[in-house]
């Protein structure tokens, strides 16, 4: 018999030993044990490697082997139940930002993206400023809790209106921005006043942080003045979060004649607005139309925007920005979450958006989205004609496509999932009952035009 069958038939009487004894207990010292089961050292060594590998055993050098505590055996189950009752009731829904249909297999196209394809991404420039960014000797040293002076300068001439970079807050992402908002702004129980549709983040980060999503309704030229107002009235809400710009999912442009009416509505309630501009460096060509915290002097606006998106997904880079003693209820936010943003990615940040590369990127990525966008609605158009797309957008990475009454938008998603399409379901874009059937269809995130008009001719078959 070789010896390690030898020292596996002895770990398994000793095991039958460790049965009849207690936690702590001391096991016979290994001369013992040779001679009780006459074996040599080196299978007593083995054997009792073994069981301490397994949690049965704890060595102690120069005082012998002892019987560990029950329940953490390598055989053992955690029993984690009681975490329920300690919990409370209190819940974090990542439903809104997960697939239910789970990863989608190989082959899949990609129409449920939320960021462009990698070859639109600026991923040589990027990995350029990386590199300078690294060879700073200050690099690795702590930064600045509101962020680098310069970055936030940048951010600052992004919103307008005369921001300082004493008004910015450097951020980890726009996700991260709008949960320090909402956290800061509104106590737990709050009403938030939101789009309907509207972005499935923002939905997640205010019931994250115990808020009530009040949808208020969308027409074509964005969100109605009139119902925000009788929205503001009847809720006592101090939040509102819009997306004014390219907005996600719809794509809806909030209309030039109301975009002062928003602020005026939210500054007489008392209340912020939140304005989520993701969408800065995402437009198709045209003017991109300026932020509405450019007009406001009150301090009632919350600037949000991010490089993510334009950039690269993991550039988790992104701004608040503010007037008041808001800013300073956000910084002490920043503070108790995570102290400060790494310095080398705000450095690369920094050194990408101050290149002449950036502006080319920016460029060469409206002309893709643009090109992208026609070709998608034109497919979809000549495969779907019973399916209309509510609007060629401006700017974003989307376009919002009604389907005919009576559909089930979360059966065609799981449908076109099975012809290996991945499409988003509309109804998690709305806060409450959704107003009718709508896919929200990407542009971005498949690989090139072959491939959207491979996708629309699959969603034939839904």
């Known amino acids: 018999m070789d010896d390690s069958s030898t020292s596996a038939m002895l770990a398994a ?57 029950r329940g ?74 509101n962020g680098l002076a310069a970055l936030r300068a940048v951010f600052a001439g992004m919103a307008g209106g005369g ?13 991260s921005a709008l949960s320090m908002a909402f956290r800061a702004i509104a106590g737990p129980g709050s009403p938030i006043l939101v789009e309907s549709p509207t972005y499935p983040g923002a939905l997640a980060a205010a019931r994250a942080a115990g808020l009530r999503p009040v949808p208020v309704p969308l027409d074509d030229d964005g969100v109605r ?25 719809t794509g809806i442009v909030l209309a030039p004649e109301r975009r002062r009416h928003v602020v005026d509505v939210a500054r007489a309630a008392g209340a912020f607005v939140v304005e989520d501009d993701f969408a800065r460096y995402l437009g198709h060509g045209g003017q991109v139309p300026r932020p509405l915290a450019a007009d406001d002097r009150d301090g009632t606006v919350v600037y949000v925007t991010s490089l993510t998106k334009p950039a ?3 550039l988790r ?71 209309t797309v509510t609007r060629l957008p401006a700017g974003g990475l989307h376009l919002w496509v009604r389907l005919p009454a009576g559909t089930d938008d979360t059966v065609v998603a799981g449908a076109a999932r099975r012809h290996e399409v991945a499409v988003g379901a509309g109804r998690r874009y709305f806060a409450a009952e959704p107003s009718g059937a709508f896919l929200r269809l990407g542009f971005a995130a498949a690989g090139d035009l072959a491939e959207l008009t491979e996708a629309a001719r699959r969603l034939r078959h839904v």
Do not use: K
């Open 13 to 69: 009487s000793l095991r039958a030993l460790l049965a009849g004894l207690s936690p702590g207990d001391r096991l016979p010292s290994s001369r013992e044990l040779t001679q009780r089961y006459r074996v040599g050292p080196g299978t007593v060594s083995r054997a009792i490697s073994v069981l301490a590998a397994e949690g049965a055993v704890v060595t102690r050098p120069g005082s012998g082997t002892f019987v560990a505590a």
């Open 72 to 145: 953490r055996t390598g055989a053992g189950v955690a029993d984690t139940v009681w975490q329920t009752v300690a919990l409370t009731d209190r819940t974090v829904d990542t439903g809104p930002l997960t697939d239910a249909l789970g990863p989608p297999p190989a082959g899949t196209i990609m129409l449920d993206g939320g960021y462009p394809h990698r070859s639109l991404r600026a991923t040589r420039p990027l990995s350029a400023a990386l590199a300078r960014a690294a060879r700073r000797p200050d690099a690795w040293d702590r930064a600045p809790a």
């Open 163 to 175: 921001m300082t970079p004493d008004d910015v807050l450097v951020t980890a992402g726009g996700q």
């Open 225 to 249: 003045p009139g119902l925000l107002a009788e929205a503001f009235a009847m809720t006592g809400a101090r939040l509102f979060y819009c997306q004014p710009t390219y907005h996600n999912p």
């Open 312 to 314: 690269a997904p993991s």
């Open 317 to 387: 880079i992104g701004a608040l920005v503010a007037r008041g003693p808001v800013m300073e209820r956000m910084r002490a936010v920043r503070l108790v979450d995570d102290f400060f943003v790494t310095r080398p990615l705000q450095e690369a940040a920094l050194e990408l958006v101050s290149s002449p590369a950036w502006d080319r990127h920016v460029r060469s990525l409206a002309l893709a989205l643009r090109e992208r966008r026609a070709e998608l609605a034109s497919a979809v158009a000549s495969e779907r004609p019973d399916w």
